[in-house]
């Protein structure tokens, strides 16, 4: 791969990248599409990250089709796919990790620990074995996309990270590798997420700029749903920092973790707030 990317780089093409972790669907292939747009090489990288999984989490059984995204790529006009085994990846004597603090320790981090270290880890790698010019990321994962932005901002990466709206379903569910895990009376009641992000942007979009205000209607809207077993988190954060004001100034963003049975949803929007003229 690097071999590659040396003599494409040395012809002057530019590689856009896009990391995944396979089981592709629509949201992953819109970033394909962009990347193509944006780049002379599309380069898709498909490998589940071991480090980013939790012990009691679901690396093992994470869906795998590698002969189904094959096709898929290919029909998008892929140029590079990069799926490397996990022993390439991390060899026994694997001693280096990359941690973004605090930024990694919020939201999902707090329920997930380790797991920002584990993309911020893979990323770098794929980051200098690939050495893309732009990479592409969903902003369904919104503080992965706020994690890596620092971290190639703290570290001097040359590369732009640009982050893709969120694909739904047509019932606005956001689409996820992990939908799959879910029964029909779990998939039914799973729209509560994004009714319930709906609701409080209307919230914010008509001046209510409270954060307890409408961190209470969220919550209550999703306790709604009996199918939903546990709520991680559902509230309002600064988009940047992604602490909790207790008002909400200009922008925000809405983010949502649930727990359907034992699969983990999560979805986010940013919302702007009505500015007085
Ligand atoms: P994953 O395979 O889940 O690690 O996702 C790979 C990339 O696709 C990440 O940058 C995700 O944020 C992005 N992605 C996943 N689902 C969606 C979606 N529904 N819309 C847009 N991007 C997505």
Known sequence: ???TVNSLILHGKSIGLVPTMGALHEGHLSLVRRARAENIVTVVSI???????????DF???PRDIEGDTEKLLKEGVDILFTPVISSVYPENFLTYVEVEKLSEK?????????????ATIVTKLFHIIKPARAYFGQKDFQQTVVIKQMVKDLDMDIEVVVC?????RDGLAMSSRNTYLDP?????????YRCLKEASGLVKSGIINVDHV???MQEKILSEPAVTAIDYAGVYDPETLDEPSEIKENAVLAVAVKLGETRLIDNILVAVKKER
Do not use: D, W
């Open 165 to 169: 709206p969120t694909i739904r379903e």
């Open 60 to 62: 093992r059984k994470y």
């Open 1 to 3: 791969m690097q071999a």
């Open 47 to 57: 490998f589940v990250n071991p480090v980013q999984f939790g012990p009691s989490e």
């Open 107 to 119: 939201l999902c981090g707090a329920f997930r620990p380790g797991h920002f270290r584990g993309v």
């Open 215 to 217: 961190k209470r209607v």
């Open 185 to 193: 009376v779990q998939r039914a009641a799973s729209t509560v997420i």
